[in-house]
């Protein structure tokens, strides 16, 4: 008798157990939420935690509520290995969010492959992407895609002849490379090409020498971090009136504060609507989804929002979109259903995926932008 | 503790432990604390046996890591061979700045050290074209897990890892309890103790600096290889700067003495940013704490500490 007590009370405990396992749908991420890409990771950390809490409010996905794993891997892809073997294994989730770099991305995006779980990245460089991995997919734009931008621009301006001055870390150096790639493509010569040290104070050689080149049109300066602020800074200093641009690495509020708003008046750099929210027309696709991420963030955190939280926020939308369109949380549906996933409308872009594109991202999703008066304004 | 007795505890704890692992992901965890004990019993040799310190020791991983992923790309070699060559290499240039650097004490050794260690990152970090620069590289395939597959043993990566690093590490603590108690380990803790003195009985100082050295660095390029191989990525990070300090930080926080405290002090080290996620945005203090309390209310490292006490309260 008690046996079969025990036994009926051990049933009823596991179908419980099963059934609030079952009412809710795991999502996972690991973010460099502190260490040196912070300034990714954080943002995106941010903007994972309050979608997570909107979406439940608002009764989750089909009634089922999501869990969001987060973990924060320091930027470190052992780490980042770790985590995710951690999320896949251990708290069994559906689906992966992350990689805030290119290189905890690249760490996951292998295991990810091997145990079929969908894994949206949210780091720029092209190889995650190219060649196409089954289960991997991203949301930012790539390096090409901006330099394309920027040479469609140039273009448009006549301009033939460039200096490029980039960044030696990751986000610059991968730049530089597709810049240089494309460049013809647009009848385009890099005439001079510079670089410097992620941690350099002074880049006023680097810019002298580009001035000395003869017939430089127009200067471009891949990088992010506090190097392109130097950059504008030096520019701004040694008077020179050549048509100067930025890469979409320093699309942020930030990067005007650091640069002063004299001294980056008339840099162009491509970015995305989030940016200039306020400024969107009526008739934007994108107006609706910037204008409600950009005020829930603003009144959430009190600060703006960055293009990186906006990573975020479209590879959430994307992942809750397919898991929604699939009806069930099996990771291959889930899958199916993000390759799928057709005009879907984010902060970055319209995304339009198929079996060839898992970014599903065209130029369009970028905006040609000029800092006037300390703000931004659209150059279209 | 007896060499066999120690190194029977070590293979029954590897052997034992997947028993209790409620899943996959524990296998990883073990597999690292594995990868990075056989770097700590490096540096157990090299501080806790010769007394020689160094901050550089992640640029020997990275020489490792690289191996492994640069020559299966370059030369089609196969990646356990390219394991070989990393261990080769890291010997030839260790032996080849030993000689120099050794000559330094002190804090001007730790220098010269990180310096070596630094300028492997930057290599590694500037080498675009080489090594895909600051966003890493991919890593070949050991390819063994489908050959085991062929002969109709199915294991999983992480099953597989744990148990080729295990293997290595018990092979590591092996030689380096053998080494202890060997003529060259006892003139390596003999120049620890005195260098003058062990000069005076005969011992050639700069020559046992240097075989600890070589040593330490094949202990590290083996354990950056097995990490390259097993994340089948691999970024600059691995030789970076912080990695020399964790690895060191491993190896006093266990024990440096001790072959034993060494593994110890890099499970503990490996586990810990694990256990503290639950903490999330305070992990790293508590981390800073732990380490802090241990550094002085048990100076000589975890595991010979606590073996003091447990002997201290039979008597």
Redesign the interface.
Known sequence: MTIRTTTALLTCAAIAAAGTAGAEIRLGASLSA?GGAAFLGDPEAKTLEMLVEQLNEEGGIDGEEVELIL??DGG????A??FA??L???DEVVAIIGGST??TT??I??LAE?EGIPFISLAG?I?IIDPVREYVFKTPHTDRMACEKIFEDMQARGFTTIGMISG???FG??MQ?QCKEVAGDYDIEIAADETYGPQDADMTPQLTRIRNTDGIDAILNPGFGQGPAIVTRNYSQLGIDTPFYQSHGVASDAFIELAGASESEGVRLPGTALLIADLLEEGDPQREVVTSYNDAYREQYGEAPSTFGGYAHDAFLLMTNAIREAGSDDPDAIRDALEATDGLVGTTGTYTMSEEDHLGLDLSAFRMLEITDGGWSSVE | MSKWIQLAILAALIAILPVFF?????Y??GA?VFVNGIAVLGLVILIGFAGQISLGHAGFAGIGAYACALAPEQFGLHPALALLLGAVLSAGIAALIGRPILRLKGYYLAVATLGFGILVAMTI??E?ALTG????M?VEELGLRDLLRDLGWRVS??EFWYGVCGIALLIGAWIALNLRDSPTGRAMRALHGSEIASRTLGIDVARQKLVAFVISAVFASVSGSL?ALQ?????P??AGFMHSIELVTMAVLGGAGSVMGGIFGAAILTLL??VL?VL?DY??VVLGVIMVTVMIFMPQGLLPSIARRLRRTRK
Do not use: H
């Open positions: 502190t973990y924060d470190d892809p052992n780490q290995r770790t073997t951690r896949i294994e251990d290119t290189g690249m760490s995006a292998s091997d460089a190889q030696t870390d990751g150096a991968s490379a | 409620p899943s996959g992901y524990y990883r965890i690292l970090q500037n675009r620069g600051p966003d890493g991919a990566g992480g990490l994340n089948r990525y691999i970024t990070d691995v940013p694990q996620t999330a992990e790293q």
